[in-house]
């Protein structure tokens, strides 16, 4: 599979979405899988958990593997892909939807994989905090050092883990909450 950050790039994740929405995979689906497993006893899976920025509803489709019993998805782009793969409905909300209004519902657990470090730097703290009003804990899966919430005043990384692809690429898990 090629890189997608290079096509990223070329037309920005819109416009890459609006032409691969239905064809999208996660590259590093085994890592997110792995960190899934190894973690799920952090995870407040109580109530509602939102996958966030869900693409394909990789996530979704393991924490309900793992037992999970209510994954909600939500992407403004692969919505479509979702509901074929999950079966279930899926929220459309983008960054900058939950930037302006927040979310209506509460979740137990919010996780976001591999679309954090695309918001725009200016608007990630107000895509965080609200994320973080709508649930007391958000989990950023990432190929990137970035994004690191941490630095913004008055939320705190509570935990962190970090697997290897075969060719040595780091992909992260880093849970965050409000200080």
């Not at 290079?6 to 792995?34: C, M, R, T």
């Not at 939807?97 to 994989?113: A, E, F, M």
Request: hydrophobic content about 35%; overall charge negative; charged content about 25%.
């Amino acid at each position: 599979m090629p890189s997608i950050r290079p096509l990223y790039d070329e037309f920005g994740a819109e416009g890459y979405y609006q032409s691969h929405a239905d064809s999208y995979e996660n590259p590093h689906v085994d890592q997110i899988e792995k960190l899934l497993e190894r973690n799920f006893h952090r995870f407040d899976c109580s109530g509602a958990v939102l996958d966030f920025s869900a693409g394909g509803g990789e996530v979704s489709a393991k924490l309900l593997q793992l037992g999970a019993s209510n994954v909600v998805g939500c992407d403004p782009f692969t919505f479509g892909l979702y509901e074929k793969k999950i079966g279930s409905p899926c929220l459309r909300f983008s960054f900058k939807d939950v930037i302006r209004n927040g979310l209506p519902d509460t979740y137990t657990l919010i996780i976001c994989s591999f679309a954090m470090h695309l918001c725009p730097p200016k608007d990630l703290f107000s895509l965080v905090w609200n994320l973080l009003q709508a649930a007391p804990e958000l989990v950023v899966v990432t190929p990137h050092k970035r994004p690191e919430l941490e630095r913004f005043q008055g939320i705190e990384m509570a935990w962190s883990d970090v697997v290897e692809n075969e060719r040595g690429k780091k992909v992260r898990m880093k849970a965050y909450k409000t200080a």
